[in-house]
């Protein structure tokens, strides 16, 4: 039995996944559909890119991963179907796919030309859904698109390194829903650069000198629990999908806070990392 998943900008209010969801069965009454999320940002490729990064190899092989995301179709910007890691993933090519691929090599990519068979102003109704029952059934990827070798890539996807190699500059490219921030910059990326060294991390005028190996080293628990005041304390983290990530023990925007509402962090702000001297 198949398994579609469902990665868009659609929100919850209006009839867009619903209606994508009911073509979908009506094509394939015995398919699985797994929403992964409809809240991304409007428009937001670089947060969807992180979303069905740290999603998609939860799922069998075989799974096949629809990304509705600045999905109209233009001379700019070109739907495809990818297949990679024998997962395969219909989007248009706008980035979205770059940083998966940036660390696993597509096995197959086919820019979609079935769009004068398919009259649409909803492609991803109309174009993905069509795609995605083909590829369900069995369906090869030549038959919806021809073969390309590149897709689009997502500027300033990687955090630079000074020629010294003693300083990192990265940048913010998600806040998940508790408010902590996460970097461009992976630990295995870090590491390679740090060689040991000792490191100071700026974000605004926050800085830490620490990078915990989970949220709750930040606490000290020798001391008796009312005089700890846990909440609301910063730290800085290798997050589950290895990403360097600004954070605050138990945030709440509605109360304590969160790092990028206490810190002032949006996407697209700098982070750097200082290191010493070898």
């Given at each position: 039995m198949?398994?579609?998943?469902?990665?868009?900008?659609?929100?919850?209010?209006?009839?867009?996944?619903g209606?994508?969801?009911?073509a979908?069965?009506?094509?394939?009454?015995d398919?699985r559909i797994?929403?992964?999320?409809?809240?991304?940002?409007p428009?937001n490729v670089?947060?969807a890119?992180?979303?069905?990064?740290?999603?998609?190899?939860?799922f069998p092989?075989?799974t096949?991963?629809?990304?509705?995301?600045?999905?109209?179709?233009?001379?700019?910007?070109?739907?495809?179907?990818?297949k990679?890691d024998d997962?395969?993933?219909?989007?248009?090519?706008n980035?979205?796919m770059?940083m998966?691929?940036?660390?696993?090599?597509?096995?197959?990519?086919v820019?979609i030309n079935?769009?004068d068979r398919?009259?649409?102003?909803?492609?991803v109704?109309d174009?993905?859904?069509?795609?995605?029952?083909h590829?369900?059934r069995?369906?090869?990827?030549e038959?919806?698109g021809?073969?390309?070798?590149h897709?689009?890539p997502?500027k300033?996807?990687?955090?630079?390194?000074?020629?010294?190699?003693?300083?990192?500059?990265?940048?913010v490219i998600y806040i998940?829903n508790?408010?902590?921030?996460?970097?461009?910059i992976?630990?295995?990326?870090?590491e390679?650069v740090?060689?040991?060294?000792d490191?100071?991390?700026?974000?605004?005028s926050?800085k830490?000198k620490?990078?915990?190996?989970?949220?709750?080293?930040?606490?000290?628990?020798?001391i008796?629990?009312?005089?700890?005041?846990?909440e609301?304390?910063?730290?800085?983290?290798?997050?589950?999908?290895?990403?360097l990530?600004?954070?605050?023990?138990k945030?709440?925007?509605?109360?304590?806070?969160?790092?990028?509402?206490?810190?002032?962090?949006k996407v697209r702000d700098?982070?750097?990392?200082?290191f010493s001297?070898?």
């Amino acid at each position: 039995m198949a398994i579609i998943t469902l990665t868009t900008d659609f929100g919850e209010k209006d009839h867009f996944a619903g209606a994508i969801k009911g073509a979908i069965y009506s094509e394939l009454p015995d398919v699985r559909i797994v929403d992964i999320s409809h809240s991304v940002a409007p428009f937001n490729v670089p947060e969807a890119a992180y979303i069905i990064q740290n999603a998609y190899s939860s799922f069998p092989k075989g799974t096949i991963h629809v990304i509705g995301i600045d999905s109209e179709l233009n001379p700019e910007n070109k739907h495809i179907a990818v297949k990679l890691d024998d997962h395969y993933f219909i989007c248009a090519n706008n980035g979205i796919m770059s940083m998966i691929c940036s660390e696993i090599a597509p096995q197959k990519i086919v820019e979609i030309n079935i769009h004068d068979r398919v009259g649409t102003s909803f492609p991803v109704l109309d174009v993905f859904v069509n795609v995605a029952c083909h590829i369900a059934r069995g369906g090869t990827l030549e038959v919806i698109g021809k073969l390309i070798d590149h897709i689009k890539p997502i500027k300033n996807l990687n955090p630079f390194v000074n020629d010294e190699k003693n300083q990192i500059i990265g940048s913010v490219i998600y806040i998940d829903n508790y408010g902590n921030v996460i970097t461009n910059i992976k630990r295995k990326f870090f590491e390679s650069v740090q060689k040991t060294r000792d490191y100071e991390i700026s974000a605004r005028s926050y800085k830490f000198k620490t990078i915990y190996d989970k949220y709750s080293d930040v606490i000290n628990f020798d001391i008796p629990e009312d005089k700890r005041y846990d909440e609301g304390k910063g730290l800085v983290v290798f997050n589950s999908s290895g990403y360097l990530e600004i954070a605050v023990y138990k945030s709440d925007n509605a109360s304590v806070g969160s790092a990028s509402s206490l810190m002032g962090l949006k996407v697209r702000d700098t982070v750097t990392v200082n290191f010493s001297k070898l």
